[in-house]
Nanobody
Framework: QVQLVESGGGLVQPGGSLRLSCAAS????????MSWYRRAPGKEREFVAR????????NYADSVKGRFTISRDNAKNTVYLQMNNLKPEDTAVYYC????????WGQGTQVTVSS
């Protein structure tokens, strides 16, 4: 049974930082492409960042480049999203995604950026 469990969300002031984690189980994590997406209130879900299986190649949405960093620990079956210099427009539910033969999604974790 595949599980993706996100954690680390919360309320933070503009300019602050958060680190999201996604713990994976039930598939060969080291072979999966892992990504983060987000859905802001009233908007479509959008891509945030991706890291390929070896953890070397990454891609980012233009809106988060230079502020967010995706990484993975294949020994811990976990992918991370370090978010710095957060802005109110980063407020959203953040979802972990795994691509391994098919798509898997976590339940999401809320990130709220507000003063």
């Amino acid at each position: 049974q595949v599980q993706l469990v996100e954690s680390g969300g919360g309320l933070v002031q503009p300019g602050g930082s958060l680190r999201l984690s996604c713990a994976a189980s039930g598939f060969t994590f080291s072979s999966a492409t892992m990504s983060w997406y987000r859905r802001a209130p009233g908007k479509e879900r959008e891509f945030v960042a991706r890291v390929l299986s070896a953890g070397i190649r990454t891609n980012y949405a233009d809106s988060v480049k230079g502020r967010f960093t995706i990484s993975r620990d294949n020994a811990k079956n976990t992918v991370y999203l370090q978010m710095n210099n957060l802005k109110p427009e980063d407020t959203a539910v953040y979802y972990c995604n795994a691509i391994y033969k098919t798509d898997y999604w976590g339940q999401g974790t809320q990130v709220t950026v507000s003063s």
